[in-house]
């Protein structure tokens, strides 16, 4: 299994990116995915997931701003980040699995991709 992450880079408050995660390795198509996040000195916080039938899923602190979505032709989940805030600065991570309930979720993770907000 293989997780790779990219998109992340320095922002301005109010400014937008678009994460991305290549998947490989596994069934990418019938599999959920998550995007999680660690900003310094805090623990790992789910941000949002998304499952084979497209269904989405969000913390509440990213709703109507982060999308998350999916490319099952190229085994590849996005997340799409606007009004971005100084508080997102974080490392982003993908994940399998749609959330920390499901049993799969944390068995496999990128290596993350710096987000900084910041004017």
């Known amino acids: 299994v293989q997780l790779v992450e990219s998109g992340g880079g320095l922002v301005q408050p109010g400014g937008s990116l678009r994460l991305s995660c290549a998947a490989s390795?596994?069934?990418?198509?019938?599999?959920?995915m998550s995007w999680a996040r660690q900003a310094p000195g805090k623990g790992l916080e789910w941000v949002s997931g998304?499952?084979?039938?497209?269904?989405?899923y969000y913390a509440d602190s990213m709703k109507g701003r982060f999308t998350i979505s999916r490319d099952n032709a190229k085994n590849t989940v996005y997340l799409q980040m606007n009004s971005l805030k100084p508080e997102d600065t974080a490392v982003y991570y993908c994940?399998?699995?749609?959330?920390?309930?499901?049993?799969?979720?944390?068995?496999?993770w990128g290596q993350g991709t710096q987000v900084t907000v910041s004017s």
């Open positions: 998304i499952y084979s039938d497209g269904s989405t």
């Open positions: 390795g596994f069934t990418f198509s019938s599999s959920a």
């Open positions: 994940a399998i699995g749609g959330a920390p309930s499901d049993p799969s979720y944390g068995d496999y």
